[in-house]
């Protein structure tokens, strides 16, 4: 069963707008991490953000802040201020266990582009 | 500080030939990864090295594939013999200690003709 789901396959978005990205996933074990990874055309992927399952707060980074709705088993990434730089795919990843050696398991991702 | 680094950039072979793909994790990091991402997907993991043991390789098609990290800081990723399916990006990344973030290098592009 797919443990991430990322709905939006392509998304455009103008510069200077902000961005909702759409992550689902799907756990029995109450301890884990959700990330957001950004991937450009280079092909790196780019450690943009991290929310533990016992965080009380929503984690922010500069312009990326993740909204995460746990009831929902959601957590969505939130772009303000989009910019040129910003187009690329983005990619929800879940690790499940507390100290543990839970892989990183990956969705799909979402291609976003910016446009002036 | 000198990021993850993977040689070489591209790849393109035929299929039943052997390619190796190296890694070079960052300073200090104990837990290396490889993934493989296939186009349109995300990554998916292979193997996962902690020092130079194996962590995790259920996912690692043993047949074919196999990887190694003797001294616990470089490893070497290895298929043989390839088949088409094996066209795909294969991504390393690295962590000072698992759960830590990881942190990726600019991947090896493969293409099996």
């Known amino acids: 069963a797919q443990k991430i789901t990322q709905t939006q396959p392509g998304m455009f978005v103008q510069e200077k707008e902000a961005v909702t990205l759409d992550c689902t996933y799907d756990?029995?074990?109450?301890?884990?991490?959700l990330f957001w990874y950004k991937q450009p055309s280079s092909g790196e992927m780019i450690f943009l953000i991290y929310q533990g399952s016992y965080d009380q707060q929503n984690a922010t980074e500069g312009r990326y802040s993740l909204n995460f709705q746990k009831a929902r088993k959601s957590a969505n990434l939130v772009i303000s201020a989009s910019q040129l730089g910003d187009s690329a795919m983005y990619f929800c990843?879940?690790?499940?266990?507390?100290?543990?050696?839970?892989?990183?398991?990956f969705g799909a991702g979402t291609q976003v582009v910016v446009t002036p | 500080e000198a990021g993850v680094a993977q040689s070489p950039r591209y790849k393109i072979i035929e299929k039943r030939q052997s390619v190796a793909f190296w890694c070079n994790p960052i300073?200090?990091?104990?837990?290396l990864y490889w993934y493989q991402q296939i186009l349109g997907q995300g990554p998916k993991l292979l193997i996962q090295?902690?020092?130079?043991?194996?962590?995790?390789d259920s996912q690692l098609p043993k047949d074919r594939f196999s990887a190694e990290r003797l001294k616990g800081v470089d490893s070497t990723l290895k298929i043989q013999p390839a088949k088409l399916e094996d066209s795909a990006v294969y991504l390393c990344?690295?962590?000072?200690?698992?759960?830590?973030?990881?942190?990726f290098g600019p991947g090896t592009r493969l293409t099996v003709l």
């Open positions: 756990t029995s074990d109450p301890s884990y991490g």
């Open positions: 990843a879940m690790r499940e266990g507390a100290d543990s050696w839970g892989k990183l398991q």
């Open positions: 990344a690295s962590s000072w200690r698992d759960p830590d973030t990881q942190y």
């Open positions: 300073s200090g990091h104990a837990t």
């Open positions: 090295f902690q020092n130079n043991g194996v962590v995790d």
